[in-house]
């Protein structure tokens, strides 16, 4: 993971000795709150490295268990920005190291009490994430200026890690909770199945040199 931080900012940070404009922008969306910065490597094409989070509360239930949970986003972006129609339009690709993550706790619906309980963290499949995406404006335009994202998150199949807490249940209902523990990621994996195709749209503003 460490690696992978290194490898999209530096790309990027190296390619700022022939930047020919600098931008700085903050921005809030789907990834989170956070900011910009970008170069403008040639008239039609930029280099841009941002940082997101977020926290919020999300619920979610399987057929088995009601969930209560805290989605945690951290988000480090090495992006390019293509701009041949100008700079209202422009085509984005890059990755996105992501350490986003959803911690759980969850209930039984039937067959639980005596304070028996789930926990766990469901993670991205993909540390680090492919991402494709339209937007307008340029983080390194001259001035003060708007800018969007619109695209996707490659995050790949999410994957759950989960731990039964018994509780004062028998011995032989606790058994029977821990052996239900591998069924129970995977319905949870499916429930959020689609986050692997993350939704990303940003608005913010930047100012350019």
Not at 33 to 52: F, H, I, K
Not at 98 to 103: A, S
Not at 113 to 119: A, C, D, E, F, P
């Given at each position: 993971?460490?690696?992978?931080?290194?490898?999209?900012?530096?790309?990027l940070l190296a390619a700022a000795g022939s930047?020919?404009?600098?931008?700085?922008?903050?921005?809030?969306?789907?990834?989170?709150?956070?900011?910009?910065?970008?170069?403008?490597?040639?008239?039609?094409?930029?280099?841009?490295?941002?940082?997101?989070?977020?926290?919020?509360?999300?619920?979610?239930?399987?057929?088995?268990?009601?969930?209560?949970?805290?989605v945690k986003l951290s988000n480090l972006s090495?992006?390019?920005?293509?701009?041949?129609?100008?700079?209202?339009?422009?085509?984005?690709?890059?990755?996105?190291?992501?350490?986003?993550?959803?911690?759980?706790?969850?209930?039984?619906?039937?067959?639980?009490?005596?304070?028996?309980?789930?926990?766990?963290?469901?993670?991205?499949?993909r540390s680090l994430a492919p991402y494709l995406?339209?937007?307008?404006?340029?983080?390194?335009?001259?001035?003060?200026?708007?800018?969007?994202?619109?695209?996707?998150?490659?995050?790949?199949?999410?994957?759950?890690?989960?731990?039964?807490?018994?509780?004062?249940?028998?011995?032989?209902?606790?058994?029977?909770?821990?052996?239900?523990?591998?069924?129970?990621?995977?319905?949870?994996?499916?429930?959020?199945?689609?986050?692997?195709?993350?939704?990303?749209?940003?608005?913010?503003?930047?100012?350019?040199?």
């Open positions: 993971m460490r690696l992978a931080r290194v490898l999209v900012l530096g790309t930047a020919q404009a600098f931008g700085i922008g903050v921005r809030a969306g789907t990834t989170g709150v956070g900011g910009d910065v970008a170069w403008n490597l040639v008239p039609t094409l930029q280099a841009r490295v941002g940082y997101s989070a977020l926290k919020w509360d999300h619920d979610v239930s399987t057929s088995n268990v009601q969930y209560d949970g805290d090495g992006l390019v920005d293509f701009t041949p129609l100008g700079p209202l339009f422009r085509l984005t690709g890059g990755f996105i190291y992501n350490d986003n993550k959803y911690d759980v706790r969850g209930v039984p619906t039937s067959g639980g009490g005596g304070g028996s309980s789930l926990t766990g963290t469901v993670k991205a499949g995406g339209v937007g307008w404006g340029n983080v390194a335009g001259a001035g003060i200026n708007f800018y969007a994202d619109l695209g996707i998150m490659f995050m790949g199949s999410p994957k759950a890690n989960l731990t039964a807490n018994c509780g004062s249940l028998s011995a032989g209902a606790c058994a029977q909770l821990q052996s239900e523990v591998a069924a129970e990621q995977v319905r949870l994996e499916d429930k959020l199945d689609r986050a692997k195709y993350y939704p990303v749209l940003n608005i913010g503003l930047t100012i350019g040199f």
